[in-house]
């Protein structure tokens, strides 16, 4: 049973910031590469940010600088720090896990929601 669990998500008004995790069991961790995702309300799912297994980070350009993928394989948890935030971010966002088409996982997604 693969499982991944988002946590963080809520209501933060505009230049705030959040931290997202995502919580994985059921799965070797580290041989994983991991992403977050979003989906704004009307709007296709997007990829947020990327993680390798060598830790190799990549961003969509709307949101370098401001927020920062990382992972902690010792507590298999994947994280998203989300600073100066604007309400262009307000989506649910989900992390995935990814080793091959084959053994590909997503999480629930949690809610991001951003006042102006």
């Known amino acids: 049973q693969v499982q991944l669990v988002e946590s963080g998500g809520g209501l933060v008004q505009a230049g705030g910031s959040l931290r997202l995790s995502c919580a994985a069991s059921?799965?070797?961790?580290?041989?994983?590469?991991l992403g977050w995702y979003r989906q704004p309300p009307g709007k296709q799912r997007e990829l947020v940010a990327s993680i390798t297994t060598g830790d190799s980070t990549t961003y969509t350009d709307s949101v370098k600088g401001r927020f920062t993928i990382s992972r902690d394989n010792a507590k298999n948890t994947v994280y998203l720090e989300m600073n100066s935030l604007t309400p262009d971010d307000t989506a649910v966002y989900y992390c995935?896990?990814?080793?091959?088409?084959?053994?590909?996982?997503w999480g629930q997604g949690t809610q991001v929601t951003v006042s102006s």
């Open positions: 059921g799965i070797t961790f580290s041989i994983f590469h």
């Open positions: 995935n896990a990814a080793r091959s088409p084959s053994s590909n996982y």
